[in-house]
Nanobody, 126 residues
Framework: QVQLVESGGGLAQAGGSLRLSCAAS????????MGWFRQAPGKEREFVAA????????DYADSVKGRFTILREFAKSTVYLQMNSLKSEDTAVYYC???????????????????WGQGTQVTVSS
């Protein structure tokens, strides 16, 4: 079982930047992809970005492409989400997630992730 702990959320002004971190602990049974999702009040959880087991394949939602960057640092078992040019519509609780063991490539489907962090609030003021 892999446990995930997020950090780095907070308040930013529109046009500013924040970096989220997700530290993983535990022993998986096989390689897995990692993802970031977000959920705004009254809305469903939505895909933001994902990275493959080896860090080589990335996927981004259209709404964040060109502004957000996902990075996987293996030495620290950590996945980062660098968020630049923030907009008010980026305000949400952000969750990192681990895709099921053996599913090594990025996915946008919530149901394909079996471990989730506790979430971290990101608020962007305009």
């Amino acid at each position: 079982q892999v446990q995930l702990v997020e950090s780095g959320g907070g308040l930013a002004q529109a046009g500013g930047s924040l970096r989220l971190s997700c530290a993983a602990s535990g022993r998986p049974t096989s390689p897995y992809a990692m993802g970031w999702f977000r959920q705004a009040p009254g809305k469903e959880r939505e895909f933001v970005a994902a990275v493959s087991w080896n860090g080589a394949v990335l996927d981004y939602a259209d709404s964040v492409k060109g502004r957000f960057t996902i990075l996987r640092e293996f030495a620290k078992s950590t996945v980062y989400l660098q968020m630049n040019s923030l907009k008010s519509e980026d305000t949400a609780v952000y969750y990192c997630a681990k895709r099921k063991d053996g599913l090594a490539w990025p996915s946008r489907r919530v149901a394909e992730y079996d471990s989730w962090g506790q979430g971290t609030q990101v608020t962007v003021s305009s």
